[in-house]
């Protein structure tokens, strides 16, 4: 997978998996070399092999930053009708799951742009009660830099992609 080709699949296949998972995993590795994951629910890519995400509940990933800001994240289009569609089809016509490799930049105060997309993704939920909590006082952003994409390979199912 050429990650500056097929940037636009890729944000794509994010997209779509945010819909269905409302997360992506991101991989990364403490001090002691203790690899762990942390489910984040607002990353966002931009238009050049970046993207960032809102640093509030994050508490392990700003520590491993400081030692070793190495990252993997992993986005997984887990829709039911996805699935079922490729399985009586014998094959995917998009990519199933998709892993970034690339290192966590600095933590800074988010722009209005920032917030705006913020926003935009999460006002489906904007009338409900935890929307406020979870996703009211989102200011600080940490900055994602990706050198590498990888799309699963599932043998034939993915033979295509």
């Not at 992506?24 to 995400?53: C, H, K, R, W």
């Not at 509940?57 to 887990?78: D, E, M, Y």
Request: include cysteine; hydrophobic fraction near 35%.
């Amino acid at each position: 997978m050429n990650l500056t080709n097929d940037w636009s699949k890729i944000r794509k296949h994010f997209n779509q998996s945010f819909k269905t998972n409302l997360h992506v995993s991101i991989g990364s590795v403490d001090e002691e070399n203790n690899p762990t994951v942390t489910p984040i629910g607002s990353l966002f890519l931009n238009d050049n092999q970046a993207g960032f995400y809102f640093e509030m509940f994050p508490t392990k990933l700003p520590k491993h930053a400081r030692s070793n800001k190495n990252i993997c994240v992993l986005g997984v289009n887990s829709s039911r009708w996805f699935w079922v569609k490729s399985l009586f089809k014998r094959r995917f016509d998009n990519y199933p799951a998709v892993k970034l490799y690339g290192q966590l930049g600095e933590r800074r105060k988010a722009t209005d742009k920032e917030i705006a997309r913020l926003k935009r993704r999460m006002r489906s939920t904007k009338a409900l009660k935890g929307h406020k909590y979870l996703w009211g006082h989102m200011d600080v952003v940490r900055e994602v830099f990706f050198q590498k994409g990888e799309s699963i390979n599932l043998k034939e199912m993915t033979k295509g992609l």
